[in-house]
């Protein structure tokens, strides 16, 4: 089972920082678009911002200026930086690393979760 091993998340006030991290096997890792996705309670997953191989970003709207992404190949890890919380951001952050198989199949693996919450 592929293991992405998640750290940061918390409790932080509205208008605070925080940073996720994680790591990935390194033959995972170099091979997949790195992500993060979060899921707030009864809605449904989402994606929040994505790193891929060819070093381009995507964000979701709703963190755009205030969230960044980086992938650090070397410690085969990503990161969230996220400052300006919000509490609309409380939710589960999931690691997410996607990639093609060898009959160009779609595959994901997750992370375990990291609680982030938000107080206003």
């Known amino acids: 089972q592929v293991q992405l091993v998640e750290s940061g998340g918390g409790l932080v006030q509205a208008g605070g920082s925080m940073r996720l991290s994680c790591t990935a096997p390194?033959?995972?890792?170099?091979?997949?678009?790195m992500g993060w996705y979060r899921q707030a309670p009864g809605k449904q997953r989402e994606l929040v911002a994505q790193?891929?191989?060819?070093?381009?970003?995507n964000y979701a709207d709703s963190v755009k200026g205030r969230f960044i992404i980086n992938r650090e190949d070397a410690k085969n890890t990503v990161y969230l930086e996220m400052i300006s919380l919000k509490p609309s951001d409380t939710a589960v952050y999931y690691c997410n690393a996607h990639r093609f198989g060898t009959r160009g199949a779609e595959i994901d693996s997750w992370g375990q979760g990291t609680q982030v919450t938000v107080s206003s």
């Open positions: 790193f891929t191989r060819e070093s381009s970003t």
């Open positions: 390194r033959s995972l890792f170099r091979i997949s678009d």
